[in-house]
């Protein structure tokens, strides 16, 4: 199982950018996603998640800017991001619980980060 973040780079305060993360591999489902990011010095915060009936839930920081969706069909999950600002600047990983291997046994795995940088 393979977890691949992409769409960061290098946005002005103000601006958007759409994150996404798909899972690869052999497994039976995907239950919850997660987008988790740190920031240099920082621990690593959870962002945003999304069950697999798409219940969302936002860290303070980013509720009314961010935005999680995922695409069961393909695997996927997505971070709208807008109104960025500096403080958002970190790299971004994407996290899932996933069963695989076992029928009813999952374990999180966690995606390579794609880095974002809020500057002018």
């Known amino acids: 199982v393979q977890l691949q973040a992409s769409g960061g780079g290098l946005v002005q305060p103000g601006g958007s950018l759409r994150l996404s993360c798909e899972a690869s591999?052999?497994?039976?489902?995907?239950?919850?996603m997660e987008w988790e990011r740190q920031a240099p010095g920082n621990q690593r915060e959870l962002v945003a998640s999304?069950?697999?009936?798409?219940?969302?839930n936002y860290a303070a920081s980013v509720k009314g800017r961010f935005t999680i969706s995922r695409d069961n069909a393909k695997n996927m999950m997505y971070l709208q991001m807008d109104s960025l600002n500096p403080e958002d600047t970190a790299v971004y990983y994407c996290?899932?619980?996933?069963?695989?291997?076992?029928?009813?046994?999952?374990?999180?795995?966690w995606g390579t980060g794609t880095l974002v940088t809020v500057s002018s």
């Open positions: 999304i069950t697999s009936d798409g219940s969302t």
């Open positions: 591999g052999r497994f039976f489902s995907i239950n919850e």
């Open positions: 996290k899932a619980d996933i069963e695989a291997g076992h029928r009813g046994v999952s374990m999180y795995y």
